[in-house]
């Protein structure tokens, strides 16, 4: 067992801390390769500060193990200041300990496999409406449609809005995501401020349809349903103040990252032909009019590929946030108590000791002949892992799945020329210009 004299003799992780107090937050913000090239020059582990603490940043599966089964007892969840302020202490995310546990089981109500079939007559109708938009228009920057989409699905599928892209909730919404992780300066022309301001009129909106539900007593077939009758272990509910700050999370997990992977699904569909064939010849082989019930969803195993190396080369959420509240050892290093530890999912799915050319879209590694992903532990993280892995993942898979179908069926894109393709990686990774596309039915 290590003493903590003989852990405080072992050496800090290498690295450089940065600029006084902002650290190398602009660069960690900015450059899509920081990450890339302090882990080149000082190894899988190191340490950086970024959003005002002195942070180690951690690659690989055998780090995000140790992080992952360590939860709770080296480690709790942590997130920058203006994350934790936006989501509001009532989130999930921001939850620790007992709460956190206790709340996820609430909450998980609104994911189970039941509530889920539910979900996906809804998630194939709102499709079908926006492929017909899409065939109307021809020619358009794709990821502001496909975030209006996500955002309209989750909208109706956790609070039973219509057309929330549409409305204030659309504007207000996406203002309040572009401050999620900024430097928490709160004026009224900073990112930051801006979202503050966002947040409050987004709660209000939400209470509106929170207590609408409540008086009109309507058993709708969403989440808010599930979450206003869900009761702990002691029988209470959720109070309203918490039932916002959960709702709020919701509609960011289920809407954000998702814009993001349907935008990286649709890119690396077109930029790779050869994938795009097999995958359109299985939808052809089942029949492109066979309804999509769980079990013939469940047959298609090559789109589920395409899925998983998807999640794995453009993963939509780069990392997770820890604090160390124990002080404790890794690879030789002292992690002092009180430290941010950022662990990687990207530069985990670059691991070449776990996947065969790391860099290519290769959806045939997800095989049953090959299982790259099973090779380590920990090497396929694209929700996370462990105790807070993505409460929402199975919803999240889900609506890849009809979307794809959807689209793979009766669709063809081509990219227009002359576009910035470079991924802007804040908030969630997409393509500088939009991803503009030309649009037609097969």
Known sequence: MTTSNTLSSLPLPPGSYGLPWIGETIPFLNDPDFTKKRQQKYGSVFKTQVFGRPTLIVTGADGNRFLFSNDNKYFSNNWPRSTKTLLGTASLSVQKGTEHHNRRKLLSQAFQPRALASYASTMEQITHQYLDRWEKLGTFAWYPELRNYTLDTACKLLVGTDSASQTKLGEWYKTWVDGLFSLPINLPWTNFGKALRCRKLLLIEIEKIVRQRQETGNSVQDALELLLQAEDEEGKRLSLDELKDQLLTLLFAGHETLTSALASLCLLLVQNPEVLATARAEQQQLGVDIPLTSENLKQMTYLEQVLKEVLRLIPPVGGGFREVIEPCEFNGYYIPQGWSVLYQIGRTHQDKSIYHHPEGFDPERFSLDRVEDKSKPCGYIPFGGGI????????????????????????????????????IMTPTPHPKDGLKVKFQRL
Do not use: S
């Open 388 to 423: 807070r892995e993505c409460l929402g993942k199975e919803f999240a898979k889900l609506e890849m799945k009809i979307f794809a179908v959807l689209l793979l069926r009766h669709y063809q894109w081509e990219l227009l020329p002359e576009q910035n393709l470079e991924m």
